[in-house]
């Protein structure tokens, strides 16, 4: 068991029932927890100690505020941020389903009217994002899919989203 998982389970046990690792990224950690209080599945995102002492606690502080501003039916909402186990740490819903990679990399081509939908969702959510218009969509990592909608987490960065799905698939 990580260290860190450890680490997190001590000082958020009054809170959150930390449960295991889910993934890993550039940026952070990312934890299945269940919600002690309120008894519902919670994703922990916990940022590398290293990305925080080069760019600062504060950046991230803001980047939270900015986020809890946001609505927006594909944007996650944020529940609780702070700082546990000298990690700054974020906690947001848990949505069961398979990221946008991971779609991709199953499908390889989509049918261009599936295509179409997600790129004018992600299009939206650009928009709720920076407040303009934007060629940039969301990190296919960070979106998901679940049984009813498509859903990104707050903090993403921006992507490129990769032309390939606009090819049209025979009928």
Do not use: C, N
């Amino acid at each position: 068991m990580s260290e860190l998982l450890e680490k997190l389970r001590a000082s958020l046990s009054d809170r959150y029932d930390v449960e295991r690792e889910l993934g890993q990224g550039g940026m952070a950690t990312v934890f299945l927890a269940r919600d002690v209080r309120h008894e519902r599945k919670v994703a922990i995102k916990v940022l590398h100690e290293d990305l925080v002492a080069a760019l600062g606690a504060d950046r991230f502080r803001r980047e939270i505020q900015i986020a809890t501003s946001l609505t927006h039916p594909h944007i996650l909402t944020l529940y609780d941020s702070g700082e546990a186990a000298g990690s700054l740490f974020y906690v947001m819903p848990f949505i069961e389903g398979e990221s946008l990679r991971h779609r991709m990399d199953r499908e390889k081509q989509m049918p261009i009217d599936q295509a179409l939908k997600i790129t004018t969702e992600l299009r939206a959510l650009s928009i709720t994002r920076t407040g303009r218009e934007s060629f940039t969509a969301t990190s296919s990592r960070r979106t998901f899919f679940s049984r009813t909608a498509m859903r990104s987490s707050p903090t993403s960065e921006s992507r490129v989203l990769s032309a390939r799905w606009a090819t049209p698939v025979a009928r």
